[in-house]
């Protein structure tokens, strides 16, 4: 991938930037999901709108699995997509995963437990990871910055405005 990007015109840091995020966007975020849409052991798919309920009775490997569930996302969107660079936008993204995941458990009735909690926990996962990345948000955006002119906000013909 990052030797297509190079073709393209890209610059070489650029390339190779964008295409691991990609993968690991892809490879962080698969896995975990595939194991929530599996089917469980539940008797009957459950679900809990009650904040905080669940969290008192989850132990410590659930809660860090719920927020590694879409760090990868978390710390690698904004790298990869200008436009998630927001801690915000991390955020509602990661609800947004988050809520879809939890109604596919429950309308796939895959016997497992619908929570608001895994939303909240996986959504606080995501946006941790995202402030874990910041400091490289902008850095090196190249030719393949959203607008496609690889200039800053407020930057014209390399100066500021």
Partial sequence: MAGRRRRTGARAAGAWRTSIAEVGIVYGTVPPVWLILLPGDEDGAVVNLVPLRDLLTMDAGQIVGNLLVFAALGFLGPLRFAELA?????????????????????????????SVDDVLLNTVGAGLAALASRRWWRADRGPLRAGGTGRKRGEVHGRSA
Avoid: H, I, P, W
């Fill in 86 to 114: 927001s801690v915000r936008r991390v955020l509602a993204l990661g609800a947004g995963c988050s809520v879809l995941v939890e109604t596919a458990q429950y309308a796939l009735r895959l016997d497992r437990v619908s």
